[in-house]
């Protein structure tokens, strides 16, 4: 089976910058997604991992740890746009199909 | 480009009435599909997934099926809804890693 844990929310203030951790445990991994979702919003992909180390994307880097379960989301300059929630998706071995955890309600304030 | 569609929106139903909810993806082969649900609260739920016309694989027993007639439609289907069943119903394909959701269909069971 699997077990995915995030926290339920973050609050931050515009323009800082926010890390969102992930622990997961799972049958087997390829690797493991990052999603962002807007209320009422169908998810949207922001990163996929599947080797160690961190991986940067513009304002949005993912960092890997294979060998402690472990990942993040690390969002910088933050704007009020990114007021979401942001899902942790490992994919279990032998396939990619994303699986989620609840995800993290990120809350941004002026 | 390949794009994901469907539909309804929003669908408000009653209790014990049939469901049918479909899923269609352009610009694409033989894609991976996927029904996610998910419920007031909770994280998305994989409920079923195909990788190709004919086969269906069911995530979680319950009180819904899932057919592919042809290679890019999914359909969703309950013959006796619940009101258990209400949630937000995603469809998604993946053509390599990543999955790409459709705008999701919001169910009210009454």
């Known amino acids: 089976g699997q077990n995915i844990d995030q926290p339920t929310e973050m609050t931050a203030t515009e323009g800082a910058i926010v890390q969102i951790n992930c622990t997961y445990q799972?049958?087997?991994?390829?690797?493991l997604f990052w999603y962002q979702q807007h209320a009422g919003e169908a998810p949207t992909f922001l990163s996929y991992n599947v080797l160690d180390g961190l991986e940067e994307k513009g304002r949005f880097s993912s960092f890997l740890s294979r060998s402690k379960g472990y990942s993040y989301l690390l969002l910088k300059e933050l704007q009020m746009k990114d007021s979401a929630s942001y899902l942790c998706a490992p994919s279990p071995g032998g396939s990619y199909i994303p699986t989620f955890g609840r995800g993290t309600s990120l809350i941004v304030h002026p | 480009s390949q794009t994901i569609h469907q539909w309804p929106a929003t669908l408000v139903q009653p209790v014990g009435s049939p469901l049918s909810l479909e899923c269609t993806v352009e610009?694409?082969?033989?894609?991976?599909l996927y029904w996610y649900r998910q419920a007031a609260g909770r994280g998305l739920q994989l409920l079923f997934y195909?990788?190709?016309?004919?086969?269906i694989s069911s995530e979680v027993p319950q009180n819904l099926s899932a057919s592919r007639p042809q290679d890019r439609q999914f359909i969703l289907s309950s013959k006796k809804l619940l009101l258990s069943d209400s949630g937000f119903y995603l469809c998604?394909?993946?053509?390599?890693?990543?999955?790409?959701f459709g705008q999701g269909t919001r169910l009210t069971v009454v």
């Open positions: 799972t049958s087997g991994f390829n690797g």
């Open positions: 610009g694409t082969s033989n894609p991976n």
């Open positions: 195909s990788v190709g016309i004919g086969q």
């Open positions: 998604a394909w993946q053509p390599n890693t990543e999955a790409f």
